[in-house]
């Protein structure tokens, strides 16, 4: 997938050229000037002859206003009058211009010409904005046409103003493409598109025949040519430094131009400004002349005539057709536009007998293979509107990757050609006289043959210049380290997620259709890239081997057998990437070449053989279904070239599990979050699985037919998912020492509450888009608390409809979260709308009778014992009637520091709130109020013993 070619219309495209004459900025450089402005080109003609400037930091302000001041001295500038404006600062004809204001020499001068007259109460108003109309007249008496004006008023001097000096302004046709408005502040673009197009206006002058005063025009005498020593001019750029249409480039600092109509080419002074890219091209370009006649380039533009410049990716050339491979008859260049969305190539005409030039050189008896280069751009111009392309300008470059460096002999040697190639190597010598040799960093600045290092990538330039062999080499130390994510076509891969196209050179002369030497997904290492950003050479340091996948069901349809894996996961983000892949002709299965309905058999034999696997589940599986855990490889195509299988590069570990008699633990290993390993029957070295940031982690849903459910993720140490002491279902591969490469952790169902399931206490709950699983749209938030925390601030989670129907701000409930960390199970312990649900009257115990357990008790206060102030000991009666306090079952538990306190408010719109242990102090129990009231409290009790256990106290006021 090359880059796109690209079709550019000269009629648009105005070439603004940034210049270094002198200080001055001109369009292009203005960060406020746009180029496809209409004003854009006036702007940047008249900064280049020094009559407007910008500002300091870089801009222009085409919309700011412009003094009155202001507009005289770009109106006395463009008379050529800059020293006569310098030579006659000081006192004016008008009150209100001190003598040291700045631009009293340019009112002076323009007061002399009769350029500006005040406004007849002896004041000029030299900070005032110059109105569109004061600008058109001034610009009117500069050229020399007051009299038109006052001709275009009857004569009558008093009535020429202003329509008078408009009318002469529209007849000079100088309004072009402004539209101003009377009476308006002119903007600084209007005023020079103003002064712009009078540039080339014919000057209206006085003169005298014997006493007699009259006015006549000079054909062809104006501001350019007559007052700023300068001119403007239209031809075709033939030839610069780099490149020519005669074969003889131009010495450092001139520019060869063919002036339309003339017979031969005019050198002049390129004035620093590049020309690059512009040799072949008609322009129009603006000068000055210095005393002895001799120009100096101050602006250019491109104006090929009425066509289309076309400009080809290299790679994007599908064939030339021309008679005996020369193009003396003209030929036909078929090229794509689009090669990825285009079902045809686009089709160029060429002229016969064009003129061709490669890297800057004109080549006599151009050949296709002197037109198509391996690797560059072809610029194809049409000289004539509507005619063939006439001229081709060939970019061919050569790329070298440094494998070695002779610095003796100046030479280096590419990593990829070989030593039988004549190019496998390139002399780069300086001092030798045949050579003009240019070497540029990446940066573009000035480089030397020490610059270069190995790895390098070269993009070597070859052109000639007289009898001379010219060397352009730009070095590219651009590198891209990372993992091929996908491969998108045989041109083109993603790196992390981000494409990247490989080099014409990188397939020619180290891939050539070897297979072993293509990409593979998965392959990690460092890239390195050409000046276009393309992949011209890769060291890898990790192979496309090491991807683990897993394999869910291989089925035959229609003759053909389609393999559906789960790929490997390169982040801590859980993802479901299940994908349908066919294997490669050259598919192999732990190494073996087999036939389709082999490769099927053969993968459930593995099942079979392996009783060690769990695979538990009660679901009925398809008969395509072949659960299991392989290494696996894709081509450039994303085709199956490989799997490896439990036995052959695949080891499975193999586990005692706990035994049945550990309540729920069947088959299954505890997970231990302070070492984040998954512990065994023996709790022994080699019955231990110990999870990092690089172990790949496979989900595999309750129901395996389900290819959505799957899911892949890095093991994340600070967000494992999987809950402490609990118990899961799991396989590991490939253990280094007691860490797992792989693991597949299989759920079985809906995951029931347990002493390690999280309570919750309700704040708000609301329906709300859920992006990642939509079926969760209820976003509950509430404080949550667990065994090893509790909560000082809310949480959100998301449950189904389903699991949130009944809940309400101050509910407590309990859940469990699935292997995605979904919430998988609800049950409500108590609905403070109503009666408490169970655990009253009878506490609630998770687990076995020891530190672990969770109880969840409710009741009434029925006696609080204190010490010096302080609550020792609680003990509450379990059940919601007051009269049954003195008959109900009790639970005492003893308040501690590490206790936490809530209390729910329904007369308030926050319902729930954290509060302080004091709080304890203020409850009403039964005995304190004497049997007339005692405050509900719900607790949440974490260990077996009163005295040591935590504690959370949920005061109810209904």
């Known amino acids: 997938m090359g880059f796109k070619s690209r079709i550019m219309s000269l009629l648009l ?87 040291d204001f700045w ?103 006085k003169i005298y025949v014997g006493n007699q005063e009259s006015y006549a025009i000079t054909k062809d005498k104006n501001l350019l040519n007559e007052k700023l020593s300068a001119g403007v001019d239209t031809g075709t750029l033939t030839a610069n430094t780099l490149a020519s249409e005669s074969g003889a480039l131009t010495r450092a600092g001139e520019i060869k131009i063919t002036n339309n109509g003339a017979s031969e080419a005019e050198i002049i002074k390129d004035g620093g400004i590049s020309t690059v890219g512009l040799v072949g091209r008609s322009i129009k370009y603006y000068y000055t002349k210095d005393i002895d006649g001799e120009k100096t380039l101050i602006y250019i533009e491109d104006r090929t005539a009425n066509s289309s410049v076309i400009i080809i990716d290299a790679e994007d050339v599908s064939k030339l057709d021309a008679a005996d491979d020369d193009l003396s008859e003209g030929a036909t260049l078929y090229y ?65 990757v440094v494998r070695d460096i002779s610095a003796t002999n100046k030479i280096i040697y590419d990593k990829f050609r070989s030593s039988s190639l004549e190019n496998n190597s390139l002399t780069i010598d300086a001092s030798d006289s045949s050579y003009i040799i240019t070497i540029k960093k990446p940066d573009g600045s000035k480089g030397e043959f020490s610059s270069i290092a190995v790895n390098q990538v070269l993009s070597v330039k070859k052109g000639k210049s007289g009898s001379k062999t010219t060397l352009d080499i730009t ?46 997904l998965g392959d990690t290492g460092i890239f390195y890239l050409d000046v276009d950003g393309k992949i011209a050479s890769f060291e890898k340091t990790a192979s496309a081997s090491s991807n683990y996948g897993y394999l869910i069901a291989a089925e035959i349809k229609s003759s053909k057998l389609y393999l559906t894996l789960l790929k490997h996961s390169t982040t801590t983000n859980l993802v479901t ?46 008969t395509d279904y072949v659960p299991q855990v392989v290494l696996y490889t894709l081509n450039n195509s994303g085709d199956c070239t490989s799997i490896s299988t439990i036995g052959d590069d695949l080891s499975l570990y193999n586990v005692t599990y706990l035994p049945e008699a550990t309540a729920g633990a069947l088959n299954k290993m505890q997970f231990n979050s302070s070492s984040n390993e998954l512990v065994g029957a023996s709790n022994t070295s ?15 849903p309750h129901n395996r037919a389900d290819t959505d459910e799957y899911a892949s993720k890095k093991f994340d140490p600070a ?108 049950q409500i312990l108590l609905n403070v709308d109503g009666a408490m649900e169970t655990p009253v009257p009878n506490p609630i115990q998770l687990g076995n009778v020891n530190y672990s357990n969770t109880k969840l008790f409710g009741g009434l206060v029925k006696s ?87 504690n959370v106290f949920y005061i109810i006021k209904r």
Not at 61 to 70: A, M
């Open 13 to 99: 495209a105005t070439v603004l050229v940034i210049t270094s004459f002198g200080s001055v900025a001109i369009a292009g450089s203005f960060s406020d000037v746009a180029a496809d402005k209409s004003y854009a080109s006036a702007i940047s003609v008249l900064s280049a002859l020094k009559l407007l400037k910008g500002y300091e930091d870089g801009s222009f302000r085409p919309e700011g206003d412009i003094t009155r001041t202001e507009f005289a001295a770009v109106i006395v500038r463009a008379l050529g009058q800059e020293d006569s404006a310098t030579a006659s600062t000081g006192k004016t004809a008008f009150d209100d211009v001190p003598a």
């Open 103 to 205: 631009g009293s020499g340019y009112i002076n001068v323009a007061t002399s010409l009769g350029i500006i007259k005040g406004f007849g109460d002896g004041n000029f108003g030299p900070d005032q904005n110059v109105t569109y109309e004061q600008a058109v007249k001034m610009t009117v008496c500069a050229l020399g046409y007051e009299q038109l004006a006052f001709s275009l008023a009857g004569n009558d001097p008093e009535k020429a103003w202003p329509q008078g000096y408009l009318a002469a302004a529209a007849q000079l046709n100088i309004l072009s493409g402004i539209s101003g408005v009377e009476g308006a502040a002119a903007k600084r673009w209007q005023v020079a598109r103003l002064v712009f197009n009078s540039l080339e206006t014919d000057l209206m002058e």
């Open 336 to 400: 794509w536009e689009d090669k990825e969305n285009d079902s045809r190539t686009k089709r160029i005409d060429i002229a016969k007998n064009p003129t061709v030039l490669i890297n800057g050189g004109v080549i006599s008896n151009p050949t296709v293979d002197d037109i198509v280069p391996f690797s560059g751009k072809i610029e194809l111009i049409a000289s004539t509107k509507g005619g063939d392309f006439d001229k081709i300008m060939v970019t061919a470059f050569e790329t070298y």
């Open 475 to 520: 070095i590219s130390n651009r590198t891209v380290s990372g993992s091929i994510s996908e491969i998108i076509d045989e041109d083109t891969i993603a790196i992390d997620k981000k494409e990247y196209n490989i080099s014409a050179y990188y397939q020619k002369y180290y891939i050539r259709g070897n297979a072993s030497n293509t990409f593979d």
């Open 577 to 622: 990437d299940v994908i349908t892949v066919q294997p490669s002709s050259s598919f192999r299965i732990n190494g073996e070449k087999l036939a389709k309905e082999e490769i099927v058999t053969k993968l459930k034999g593995i099942l079979t053989a392996n009783t060690g696997k769990i695979n538990v589940d009660s679901a009925t599986f398809p």
């Open 686 to 700: 080699n019955n231990r699985i110990k999870l990092n940031s690089s172990t790949q982690v496979f989900i595999v």
């Open 719 to 826: 967000n494992p998912t999987l809950i402490h002491d609990a118990y899961y279902h799991v396989e590991a591969y490939d253990m280094s020492g007691t860490t797992a490469k792989a693991v597949v952790l299989y759920e079985t169902g809906a995951p029931a509450v347990s002493e390690q399931s999280s309570i919750g206490i309700v704040t708000s709950i609301s329906q709300a888009t859920n992006s990642t699983y939509e079926d969760y749209d209820r976003r509950v938030r509430a404080y949550i608390y667990t065994r090893s925390a509790n909560a000082s601030a809310e949480s959100t989670l998301y449950l189904t409809e389903n699991d949130a129907q009944g809940l309400n701000a101050g509910d407590v409930f309990i859940y469990s979260l699935d292997l995605k960390g979904r919430v998988g199970n609800v």
């Open 864 to 950: 609080v014992a204190k010490e010096s102030s302080s609550i020792t000991r609680i003990t509450f009666a379990l059940t919601n009637d007051i009269d049954e306090v003195e008959s109900a079952a009790i639970e005492d538990v003893d308040p501690a520091s590490n206790n936490a306190v809530l209390v729910f408010d329904g007369s308030k719109t926050t319902k729930v709130s954290i509060s302080e242990l004091s709080e304890l102090n203020s409850l009403d129990s039964y005995e304190g109020t004497s049997g007339s009231s005692a405050d509900e409290v719900f607790v949440i009790q974490y260990g077996a013993n009163r005295t040591t256990s935590k």
